[in-house]
T-cell receptor, first 111, second 111 residues
Framework: LAKTTQPISMDSYEGQEVNITCSHN???????ITWYQQFPSQGPRFIIQ???TKVTNEVASLFIPADRKSSTLSLPRVSLSDTAVYYC????????????FGKGTKLSVKP | IAGITQAPTSQILAAGRRMTLRCTQD?????MYWYRQDLGLGLRLIHY???????GKGEVPDGYSVSRANTDDFPLTLASAVPSQTSVYFC??????????FGNGTRLTVT
């Protein structure tokens, strides 16, 4: 199982683009990368997932380099409501079960 | 609304007592999970189940047991609660190669 490492915290201001990088050096060939957002007193919520290159949806982009040993979640023009903890999770493709989260990145967006 | 229901929402429990946290999903997902979340420690996997009738141990299984008699339900039992089991407990479910869906959590205090 690929272990993930993220910065513990990040600060930003409203309107800025925020990039949170996750390191997963021992990612396996079939693994894919997912990102979750968690607000206080709520369960984590899925944001985006990808296997390689770039994925974009209505809330974020995910950049994965060719070696796949890291991934970067990009949040365009953050607002105060984006203040949350963000987790990356590496998931073995074609299997479920022993899914281990890292400690996440606490993003604080200031006015 | 489809999703995961956890009960109770919160509970104060005397040490030594037995307690079962309930989790029900209506999405017919194969896999279900129990995580605990403590300040500064992120989400830690307690037990998981890939399909009805099977269970597996996660990172921190000691002191907890689970069962998966059917697809929808995945109860977590503390046979004899201890103060170190004070935490917020999240249940989640997923299908193969699809994101995790989390419940809103159970806040448990063991005194």
């Amino acid at each position: 199982l690929a272990k993930t490492t993220q910065p513990i915290s990040m600060d930003s201001y409203e309107g800025q683009e925020v990039n949170i990088t996750c390191s997963h050096n021992n990612i396996a060939t079939n693994d894919y990368i997912t990102w979750y957002q968690q607000f206080p007193s709520q369960g984590p919520r899925f944001i985006i997932q990808g296997y390689k290159t770039k994925v974009t949806n209505e809330v974020a982009s995910l950049f994965i380099p060719a070696d796949r040993k890291s991934s970067t979640l990009s949040l365009p023009r953050v607002s105060l409501s984006d203040t949350a903890v963000y987790y990356c999770l590496v998931v073995p493709g074609g299997s479920q079960g022993n899914l281990i989260f890292g400690k996440g990145t606490k993003l604080s967006v200031k006015p | 609304i489809a999703g995961i229901t956890q009960a109770p929402t919160s509970q104060i429990l005397a040490a030594g007592r037995r307690m079962t946290l309930r989790c029900t999903q209506d999405m017919r997902h194969n896999a279900m999970y129990w995580y605990r979340q403590d300040l500064g420690l992120g989400l830690r996997l307690i037990h998981y189940s890939n399909t009805a009738g099977t269970t597996g141990k996660g990172e921190v299984p000691d002191g907890y047991s689970v069962s998966r008699a059917n697809t929808d339900d995945f109860p977590l039992t503390l046979a004899s609660a201890v103060p170190s089991q004070t935490s917020v407990y999240f249940c989640a479910s997923s299908d193969l190669n699809s994101p995790l869906h989390f419940g809103n959590g159970t806040r448990l205090t063991v005194t």
